[in-house]
């Protein structure tokens, strides 16, 4: 794919849906809907078609005696798409074909404001949608288009392109019509997600929930989920659902116990298995979700045997890492290139900021389990312009650093491009989010925001946490938390609540470790025995001087100190 063809694709959140993928949500949407004994017309719409392969596959799936009773909805706004969609659909054999070249969202709204029925009317008129919507995130749609789509389709946060068509999909739907879409899983667990999750638990019964996790079924690093679901009479507010999950992640396990030839063959049949796909190995579990009307907590889609261990750790614990110590972001610059330098010193001397302002920066690139991989003065170095004055974060005044200023000065334009710093009635040559200056001298635990391994780290060396990392301190507590919590958190028990809870795998196995996932994580008694070894332990590796072997031999008397802390001796099967 060329380069233009990958950033039309980043812009436009367009995303093809593959054959294969394309007859499992066929097959899936007509297992639920019952197609009426009288030649009744049944509307179809797809709001984003494509290249048409999601109408096709039903058609192609639909019995035969009764394809002339489907009316088809096709909308793209795509030029290229749109040709193709419309001349694959010719001569399909069914009672009616509507294809329009719009923006489904423009003319969803647009009926919305109506006070009259337009013409083609499309709110709560069609009996099934199958849908792939694009995922076009904030950063790529840009703050007025997010605030725009967030004002028309109620929804808040971090908004993306598909949470908006699936408001709108909502208005469409008849009662008792039945919704079959591809979207990405990030709405299952991540909290921008809050509002999709209270939209489909009050508006939709959901009929099947497939998490498709990292099987790459889409070119893009787009972790799909198929929801199957059915449009309510009414909103099912202050209730619980239940429905059934299945999902599928790479695993490393050696042994397998199935083979398919592709994934959606994998996950036709509801079974616990490891499965083997070509070269690669998937873990197929499958479950019972408890869906909450309201769209704050997560859907935890876990087996019965990983429910009862995730009970059974919530029952043994004793705090929430969250009220031990706050999990904070890095510094947000957003002017990295002006802020964060490894060259200071190749500047010519009247450009060097004061050494008093520059300070060592931790990043996700010398992230390491235990300790960073760098000493702070091999690090990279951040020009700092705030301290810490009665309490309160102030910013330098530019007059009393001449070299600072002649630094700042040489790039004031692109700084000042940042008008959200002045409208938020601060300086030009600000960091975003510097956080608060006094913290950064305090012991801290940092670690990356996304890591396929857990990488929490000790630091004590006063350096600023960047912004492509996380980082908590202990200043009112005892600092045996510190290495209590930086223990459990390198822990695999820990790592598999992470995964069991938070649903959050990225490609490669990577994590993501978010404020709103580890502030979360349930603490023991820091008085029992078992935490105390985990303390004890953790200092030794930190004091150093461990070789190899003796660190093998400390970690995994860490583990089983984590372990009996929760009164566990197993961890189910990842």
Known sequence: MSKESKARRKQT????????????????????????????????????????????????????????????IGIDSDRIAFQNVRYRVRNVGVSSID???????????????????????????????????????TQVLGAKKA???????????????????????????????????????????????????????????????YDLGDTKLFEAAVLPAVIVARRRIAPLFCKKQST?????????????????????????????RVVRVGRDKYRVTTGTVDIPSSGKEPWIMVSDNERKWLQHIHECSKYKLSDITTVRVGVKTTANGVFIRRDWEDLPDSSVPESSLLHPVISSSNASKWK???????????????????GKRAVIRLDDYPRAKAYFEKYRHDLQSRGYLTKANRQWYEIWVPQ?????????????????????????????VDGNCYWMTFDSYDEDWLYLILGITNSALMTRFHDLSFNNKLYSGRRRYLTQYVAKYPLPDIQCPSASRVIENVKGILNGGLSQKEMFVVENQIESAVMAAYGVDYMPTD
Request: charged share 25%.
């Open 13 to 72: 959140g367009s995303h093809y849906t593959p054959t294969r993928l394309a007859e499992f949500v066929a097959n899936k949407i007509l297992e639920n809907f019952d197609i009426p004994d009288r030649k009744a017309t049944i509307r179809v719409l797809d709001p984003a078609c494509g290249d048409g392969e999601l109408l096709m596959s039903l058609i192609e799936n639909w019995p035969h005696e009764s394809r002339n009773s489907l009316s088809l």
């Open 99 to 137: 294809l329009r070249r719009e923006d489904f969202l423009d003319r969803v709204r647009t009926e919305l404001r109506s006070t009259l029925p337009l013409p083609g009317s499309l709110l709560k008129s069609v009996d099934i949608i199958i849908a792939n919507p694009p995922y076009v995130r």
């Open 147 to 209: 605030k725009e789509l967030a004002s028309d389709f109620d929804l808040s946060g971090r908004v993306d392109l598909y949470h908006a068509f699936l408001v709108a999909m909502k208005h469409c739907l008849k009662t008792d019509g039945i919704l079959g879409v591809i979207t990405s899983n990030r709405f299952i667990a991540t909290k921008s997600g809050s509002r999709v999750r209270e939209l489909l638990a009050n508006d939709f019964e959901i009929l099947d929930l």
């Open 244 to 272: 059934r999950f299945l999902k599928i992640y790479e695993t490393h396990e050696k042994t397998f116990s199935d083979e398919a030839d592709n994934v959606c063959a994998a996950i036709t049949y509801r079974h616990d």
């Open 372 to 390: 960073a991989k760098s000493e702070p003065e091999r690090c990279a170095k951040i020009l700092y312009p705030h301290y810490a004055e009665n």
């Open 436 to 464: 608060d200056p006094s913290a950064w001298k305090l012991p801290k635990i940092v670690f990356p925001d996304i890591s396929p391994v857990p990488s929490f780290m000790y630091d004590v060396s006063g350096a600023i």
